[in-house]
């Protein structure tokens, strides 16, 4: 996955570090308050993050995939076999996609000539965001592979923040507002209607698109099966969540026959 955090997330707050930035970077110490200061956003999860960030700053797309091609040619060389697969994050749009998908190939292209080697590649996107469920026929026109990342599409989906639900989270399951934590269970009736969506207008348009999921979800059992039947090929989760993602995905194949 290329840059997804937003920019603020990388830079000093404190004044002792700034310090340091600067003096590493022979600026004054002002013109890093000023950058750390220009960076600041109102509301960051819906800012200048993911695909925005490469289309603004194209040569962050390009350093990061240089970076994955030429770690993918240097193992191809020792024997390894090797398939990236880079996925840009939180479009919304075919274009944006499009555009980030033109720079990756471009790169990549350069990279495999200066090692003179034959690396396979593919280029995908997270499906992060509902617009880009909705239309995702369209994104399917310019995407190898499809990985929803249910934390994010969650969150645009209900409006909450994922950060601070759970100041009202508790209540709402404790008064039956909600069945359960939707960051931790999968809402098949609303988010899961987004991914039903997108998985066959996805495939309407490329019927052999590889699609997963990626994100806490793909560890609970429950959503797990939901994956299954939805026609996912994968899930991904944390390493502790492994043991318990296999059992599950194992017991929905089991229930389906």
Do not use: W
Not at 86 to 114: H, S
Not at 136 to 157: I, P, Y
Request: aromatic share 6%.
């Amino acid at each position: 996955r290329t840059l997804d955090p937003p920019l603020h997330e990388f830079v000093p707050h404190e004044e002792d570090q700034q310090k340091e930035m600067a003096e590493e970077m022979g600026i004054s110490l002002a013109e890093v308050k000023a950058k750390v200061d220009s960076l600041h956003e109102f509301n960051p999860m819906l800012g200048h993050r993911g695909c925005r960030l490469g289309i603004t700053y194209p040569e962050i797309t390009e350093m990061q995939v240089r970076a994955i091609l030429e770690a993918a040619c240097e193992l191809t060389r020792e024997g390894v076999k090797v398939y990236p697969e880079i996925m840009i994050p939180l479009i919304g749009t075919k274009a944006e996609l499009a555009n980030q998908r033109e720079i990756t190939i471009k790169v990549a292209e350069e990279v495999i000539r200066e090692y003179g080697i034959k690396v396979k590649y593919m280029v995908g996107t997270m499906i992060e965001i509902p617009r880009a469920a909705l239309t995702a026929d369209k994104v399917a026109e310019v995407a190898e592979f499809f990985s929803f990342g249910t934390n994010d599409l969650t969150q645009m989906t209900f409006g909450y923040s994922r950060d601070d639900a759970g100041k009202f989270l508790t209540e709402y399951i404790e008064k039956k507002i909600l069945p359960e934590d939707p960051f931790q269970v999968l809402d098949q009736e609303g988010v899961g209607q987004l991914v039903e969506i997108a998985v066959k207008k996805g495939r309407t348009t490329r019927p052999n698109l590889k699609i997963g999921i990626c994100g806490e979800h793909g560890g609970e059992p429950k959503s797990v099966e939901f994956c299954h039947r939805a026609g996912m090929n994968y899930v991904s989760c944390s390493p502790y969540r492994v043991p318990i993602a296999r059992l599950a995905a194992a017991q929905a194949v089991l229930r389906e026959k």
